[in-house]
C-alpha cells in the first residue's frame, strides 16, 4: 500500500472515531517535510503561499551580494530599494498566514533556489567587465522578478476565487511592486546599461 493511500486512511479513521469530519486548514502532512496532500484549492493556496515565502527569503539573503558587485550607481540603488521592498513582502506572508490559520512552515522553493544559484556563478565570476557584469545582474534579477510575478499572480488568482478579501488585498499590492522592479530593470537595461555592455564588444 502506497503512503499516501496509508495517510488518507488514517485521516479517515481519525474522523469515523471523532464522530465528525472537521474541516481543517492545515493540509494534510506527509513525511521527510515533503509537499503536503493536495486535495483543494485551498490546499494548493496554502503550498503556493509557502513556496514564494521560501523564494522571499532566499531573495532576502541574495540581494545584498547582487547589490555589492554592481557597478551602476542606479542599479545598486534599485537592488538595495528593492530588498526594503522584499523584507515587506516576507512580513506581509507572514501575515497571510495568520489570516488563513496556518504556519509557513514548507519544503524549500528549489526553483528560486536555482535562479540565486545561476547568479552566484556569475558574481563569482572575476575576469568580467562591470558593465558586462551589470547587464548579467539585471538578466538574473529579472529572472527572478518574473518568477515571483508569475507566483504572485497565481495566487492572487486563488485569493479572489476563494473570496479571501484581506488576503488578496495583501497579495496584490506585493505583485504591483513586482512588475515596478522588473520595469526599474527594463529601464536600466534599456536606457544605457546593455548599451556600455555592447559598447565593449564594439571597442
Keep these: 500500500m502506497c503512503y499516501v493511500q496509508r495517510v488518507r486512511e488514517i485521516h479517515f479513521v481519525g474522523e469515523f472515531v471523532t464522530g465528525s469530519r472537521a474541516i481543517s486548514n492545515q493540509p494534510t502532512p506527509l513525511r521527510n517535510g515533503t509537499m503536503a496532500a493536495l486535495n483543494t484549492l485551498h490546499d494548493l493556496l496554502i503550498h503556493q503561499l509557502r513556496d514564494?515565502?521560501?523564494?522571499?527569503?532566499q531573495i532576502v539573503k541574495a540581494l545584498p551580494k547582487m547589490a555589492k558587485r554592481a557597478n551602476s550607481d542606479e542599479l545598486q540603488a534599485a537592488l538595495t530599494s528593492h530588498l526594503d521592498e522584499t523584507e515587506e513582502h516576507v512580513e506581509r506572508l507572514e501575515q497571510a498566514f495568520e489570516l488563513l490559520g496556518v504556519n509557513s512552515r514548507g519544503p524549500k522553493c528549489k526553483g528560486m533556489e536555482g535562479?540565486?544559484?545561476?547568479?552566484?556563478?556569475?558574481?563569482?565570476?572575476?575576469?568580467v567587465e562591470p558593465n558586462v557584469l551589470d547587464a548579467?545582474?539585471?538578466?538574473a534579477s529579472q529572472r527572478i522578478e518574473h518568477y515571483e510575478i508569475a507566483a504572485y499572480g497565481t495566487v492572487c488568482e486563488y485569493a479572489r476565487r476563494m473570496g479571501h478579501d484581506d488576503l488578496l488585498t495583501l497579495l496584490e499590492l506585493t505583485l504591483r511592486e513586482e512588475k515596478t522592479a522588473d520595469a526599474t530593470l527594463t529601464t536600466l537595461a534599456e536606457t544605457g546599461i546593455n548599451a556600455m555592455a555592447g559598447a565593449e564588444m564594439d571597442g
Excluded: P
Excluded at 514564494?52 to 527569503?57: C, D, G, P, V
Excluded at 545561476?118 to 563569482?124: A, D, Q, T
Design 52 to 57: 514564494i515565502y521560501s523564494a522571499e527569503k
Design 115 to 127: 535562479l540565486i544559484e545561476e547568479g552566484k556563478e556569475l558574481l563569482e565570476e572575476e575576469d
Design 136 to 139: 548579467g545582474i539585471i538578466a
